[in-house]
């Protein structure tokens, strides 16, 4: 089984969001990409923020975290975009696999 990972990070609009989404699928960085409305409340430059976001959720596999980091990163419209990447410790064997076949390079 493959290891997989699921990457996270928030975007201010929907048009960023569709444009990371639409980027890691169509590369096969990803296998799927969930976009959730959260309202964020941070630190910024000193002073405190609130903002209402969208989260992207990605499901990728181990060995395609840094080229999903790098995506997201020239993709993305903030000075210091969030990328946190959490290891799957488990899962339903099925869908795990399913990742793997999304994300392998086209033959």
Not at 18 to 31: T, Y
Not at 77 to 93: N, W
């Amino acid at each position: 089984m493959t290891e997989c990972v699921v990457i996270t990070t928030s975007v201010a609009g929907r048009e960023d969001a569709h444009r990371i989404a639409g980027a890691l699928i169509g590369e096969r960085l990803a296998a799927c990409v969930q976009i959730m409305p959260i309202e964020s409340h941070y630190r910024w430059e000193g002073e405190v923020e609130q903002a209402s976001e969208l989260l992207l959720t990605i499901k990728t596999s181990a060995e395609r975290t840094l080229a999903v980091q790098a995506r997201i990163l020239a993709l993305h419209s903030y000075a210091v975009p969030e990328v946190l990447v959490t290891p799957v410790i488990g899962g339903a064997a099925a869908y795990l696999d399913w990742i793997a076949q999304q994300v392998r390079p086209a033959a």
